[in-house]
Each structure stands twice: as structure tokens, then as C-alpha cells.
């Protein structure tokens, strides 16, 4: 099949439809859309895309990502983009021993201490913007998480806050007092009713705001702060995994709270949390 626009049109809606199905989110789609026309778009339209050979395949990736030095994961996912591509619209297995995936460095993740986030909330004038750093710190949301918040899932009385997660799915997590306090005094201050569905709305009041609009504002504040660069908004969900392990609390608990569908991924947290000053059978003096 020629890779002519309207085949590429056909072949990228036949791709959400099928992950549609699959419960996958948008921002899955939106992944997987911009690493297959970025794949598509390096090949004329002459070519028949169903039939490039596996080894065509895997030089496109070695030199658009891995010379280009994309990081691993971004190639992961190029990878499971192109794969997806040709199983759904050609029925076609590509060979993992051909295209494999790439081995992953996991990193201890970078937390903020408690001193620096208190002085970023005290020192924060807009409400708006003290909620989603609370929400994160507090909470452990993720941004998609804090701007697609709904009103209806705030539960004060119970501690206790509905999230809807990765692939849609639901949990609940810790609602400490501090954010009831000032998500009421953000409620009051923009006349927000349990009427209105989400919490942050978009600038055109229809739908819940852009996530990139939240990062956007810390990327603000890490440069008007001069934070290290390997701080992220991200990185306020880290801190409050670690801190929750630091002051006792349950692993299961803490994976269910973060919506981690393995222990494993909820394991990394130990290794920032242990205090080595403590440690059972070692002596310093």
C-alpha cells in the first residue's frame, strides 16, 4: 500500500479506533500518533509501507533515534508505536529480535525537601497555582491527574480523594487538611460550585485545563527558583512516596494511593526513603 496522505489518514484513525477499544487513553494515542507519522513522514509516497523489510524498519530507528541520541525510553516507545502500526493496520508481527525493545536505566528519582516546598507554596501568590503544587506534594497526583480533578471527587469529610488514572483507571488517595483548605479558599475565590465538573477548567471553560499548562507554570517557577534541573512537577509526587515511607507508612497502601499497577514500580521509593543512619546490624562508632 502506498504511503500516499490519504492511506496515512486511514492507517492513524484505524490506530486510535483499535486503542480506543483497548481502553488506552488519548495521551496514548497522541504518543503513538506523533512516532508513527514521524515514521511514516521519513518514506515517499512511492513506497509500500506494508512491505519495508524489518531491517529498513530498524535503520529508520537507528537513525532517527539512537544516532540522534534519543533517550531509551522515547525509543521504547517508537518501537511499540511502529509495532502496534503494522499489527493493526497489516496484520503483520514485526520481530522482536530485530526491533528490540531497549534496556532502560532506572535512576533514583529527585525529591524536593519539605523546607523548599513550603517556601514555594508560602511564597506563591496565585491560589490556582498553590492547589497544584499541594495537590501533587500531598496528594501524590500526577499533572494529568490534577487538571482532569472533578469537583464531585473531592471528599473532605473522608480524608479522601477520587483520582482517575492511567488507563482511566480509578483510585483513591489521602486528602490531607491543608489541601481541603485551600482548595476551599480557591473554590471561593472563583465562585466554583459542585455544578461545574472539573476543578481547573480550560481558558475557554470547556473541558478541564491543559496539563501542559501546569507544567509550563513550573517550569516557570524552577527557573525563577534556580532548582536543579533534574526537578520536575513530577517530582513532587516523588516526595510524597518517599516521605510517606520515611514516616512509616505501608507499601501496599502507598501503591494503591499512587495507582502503580506493580509492587516493583513502587520499590524504587525505598532506596531514597531508608535512613542509613538506622540501619539494623551496622555501627558507626
Not at 513506497?47 to 533517550?71: G, P, T
Not at 471528599?155 to 480509578?170: M, Y
Not at 481541603?180 to 480557591?186: D, H, I, S
Not at 510517606?244 to 532506596?271: D, E, P
Request: glycine share 4%; proline share 2%; net charge positive.
Amino acid at each position: 500500500m502506498k504511503n500516499t496522505e490519504k492511506n496515512k489518514n486511514k492507517w492513524v484513525e484505524k490506530v486510535k479506533y483499535t486503542l480506543e477499544l483497548g481502553g488506552k487513553s488519548e495521551k496514548t494515542f497522541h504518543n503513538y500518533k506523533s512516532h508513527i507519522n514521524r515514521f511514516l513522514n521519513s518514506f515517499s509516497e512511492n513506497i509500500e509501507i506494508n512491505k519495508l523489510s524489518e531491517d529498513k524498519i530498524a535503520d529508520y530507528f537507528i537513525k532517527n533515534y539512537i544516532q540522534k541520541n534519543k533517550c531509551a525510553s522515547t525509543l521504547n516507545v517508537g518501537i511499540a508505536s511502529v509495532r502496534f502500526f503494522y499489527s493493526v493496520c497489516f496484520q503483520r508481527k514485526l520481530n522482536k529480535d530485530v526491533l528490540p525493545s531497549s534496556k532502560i536505566t532506572k535512576k533514583i528519582p529527585t525529591i524536593i525537601s519539605k523546607q523548599l516546598f513550603i517556601k514555594l507554596v508560602n511564597e506563591e501568590s496565585c491560589l490556582k497555582y498553590k492547589c497544584f503544587l499541594l495537590l501533587s506534594f500531598c496528594c501524590g497526583l500526577r499533572v494529568e491527574e490534577v487538571a482532569t480533578i472533578k469537583i464531585e471527587n473531592i471528599l473532605p469529610q473522608e480524608h479522601k480523594l477520587k483520582v482517575l488514572g492511567k488507563g482511566n483507571k480509578e483510585r483513591y488517595t489521602i486528602l490531607p487538611d491543608i489541601v481541603t483548605k485551600f482548595l476551599r479558599m480557591y473554590c471561593k475565590e472563583q465562585k466554583i460550585t459542585r455544578k461545574q465538573g472539573f476543578l481547573f477548567v480550560s481558558y475557554n471553560k470547556e473541558g478541564h485545563i491543559n496539563p501542559k499548562s501546569i507544567t509550563n507554570y513550573f517550569s516557570a517557577l524552577k527557573i525563577a527558583y534556580d532548582l536543579d534541573k533534574n526537578i520536575s512537577f513530577h517530582s513532587l509526587r516523588h516526595s510524597f512516596a518517599t516521605y510517606y515511607l520515611m514516616n512509616g507508612g505501608n507499601m501496599i497502601t502507598l501503591k494503591n494511593m499512587l495507582g502503580h499497577a506493580h509492587l516493583n514500580t513502587t520499590n524504587i521509593y525505598l532506596h531514597i526513603a531508608l535512613n542509613f543512619n538506622e540501619l539494623e546490624g551496622i555501627k558507626y562508632v
